[in-house]
């Protein structure tokens, strides 16, 4: 790994990574969506042959009930008991996340407040390109389900065979998914943003993928909410020379797991620098050597990134400087992977510098507020005169008139 002060200019490159966009890829994608948009069904076994190298017939895009329960066969017997406790380490943090609709008393009898009510129908995209992401499943669904979503649609590229992972079914079926389609790329998504004869269309669409989706969902915002815009996973690790070498270089390696995976060392250590860069090749990864370890927390916080852990001896004393990042790991023995698959939030995260303004995927990406507005006739005479007056600067004297009717 290459060793770059704090003063570099290359840190520019860092900084700004979520900058760039492909315009081939925008271009491909919008016709790809256009043509679901247009031809449904009939486009997604196009694209699913074209990309996917599988044919099939329409009422093969819906994974019958039959398939899902010969999914069960072909797992491990000890995968359901040890999804078991991952579950409900899930439930146990989205829990806390649940809201209530709330009113409070205004002026003069007035009432206000929330209605908080959960999405009718959200699409969950589970990719399954390079690897099955399995985990994304409950990652993305239980959050949902405790949100109280109605009706979970869950899409997934088919692999040569047509199939998709049985571990993907198997945990679908546990938690309850409502259907299940063999439908992968910018066409899923789409077909989840506008609705096929067979895929149903949905409010929102979740889950991670790779730079096709993601410009799908970009492409779709506005006709249905997304969650983000989703690039290379990231993991910055801030340490010092008291941190052990060795889980900085197991994390790191797994992180190049990742085909496009970007991974940093901050550190004031030179010596821990320069024996973290000796045992690893290559990779898109840097090591960025600070003054101190308050520098490295303000670099983070420009990176934004995805995944940050801190391994020094006192993170919890770290911690209070760090603003921007998708998931904070503290401690030695606190490894990003324990995020990706079992501690509880979901490892659904902002990337390429969004951590600056989005959160990781949540109760609340599931559920949608209503104001609550209830004025008795003495409150809204109370608020007549700034009413009026606000209404009367901008022009609006038709607004004036409908508070003066009730007057008369």
């Not at 840190?11 to 979520?18: M, S």
């Not at 209530?100 to 009432?111: C, D, L, Q, T």
Request: glycine share 8%.
């Amino acid at each position: 790994m290459r060793i770059i002060k704090a003063t570099s200019k290359k840190l520019d490159k860092i900084y700004d990574r979520g900058l760039s966009r492909q315009v081939r890829v925008e271009e491909k994608v919008k016709k790809i969506i256009d043509d679901v948009r247009l031809f449904g069904d009939e486009a997604l076994l196009k694209y699913t042959k074209k990309f996917d190298g599988v044919k099939m017939m329409p009422r093969q895009l819906k994974v019958s009930e039959i398939e899902i329960s010969g999914a069960y066969a072909n797992i491990s017997p000890n995968f359901v008991s040890s999804l078991k406790v991952v579950i409900e380490n899930v439930n146990r943090f989205y829990r806390k996340q649940l809201r209530k609709s709330w009113r409070i008393k205004g002026v003069e009898g007035a009432v206000l407040g929330e209605n908080y009510t959960p999405l009718e129908k959200v699409g969950i995209y589970i990719p399954a390109g390079t690897a099955p992401l399995v985990s994304t499943v409950y990652m993305t669904v239980l959050p949902a389900k405790l949100a109280g979503v109605k009706k979970i649609v869950l899409a997934s590229p088919p692999d040569k065979n047509g199939y998709i992972n049985p571990h993907i079914l198997v945990i679908a079926d546990l938690l309850k998914v409502d259907e299940i389609y063999r439908v992968g790329g910018a066409q899923g998504i789409a077909a989840l943003a506008y609705g096929t004869k067979t895929v149903p269309r949905v409010d929102k669409i979740v889950g991670p993928g790779n730079i096709y989706v993601s410009e799908a969902k970009r492409q779709v915002f506005g006709l249905v909410d997304i969650d983000m815009i989703a690039g290379p996973t990231e993991l910055v690790i801030i340490a010092n020379r008291f941190s052990d070498p060795k889980f900085i270089v197991a994390d790191l390696r797994a992180q190049a797991e990742h085909a496009k995976g970007l991974a940093i060392l901050i550190t004031n250590s030179k010596s821990l620098a320069k024996e973290v860069s000796s045992q690893l090749d290559g990779g898109n990864g840097y090591i960025i050597l600070t003054k101190n370890l308050k520098q490295a927390c303000e670099i983070s916080n420009r990176i934004a990134p995805e995944h940050l852990e801190i391994l020094v001896q006192n993170p919890k004393g770290l911690v209070k400087h760090i603003k921007n990042a998708g998931a904070i790991f503290l401690g030695p023995y606190s490894p990003a992977a324990v995020g990706d698959y079992v501690a509880g939030p979901s490892h659904v995260l902002p990337t390429s510098g969004t951590a600056r303004f989005f959160s990781g995927l949540s109760v609340f990406d599931f559920v949608k507020s209503c104001h609550i507005i209830s004025y008795t006739k003495k409150s809204l005479e109370k608020m007549r005169e700034p009413l009026e007056k606000i209404a009367g600067i901008e022009g609006l004297q038709k607004h004036v008139e409908s508070v003066k009717a009730r007057f008369i």
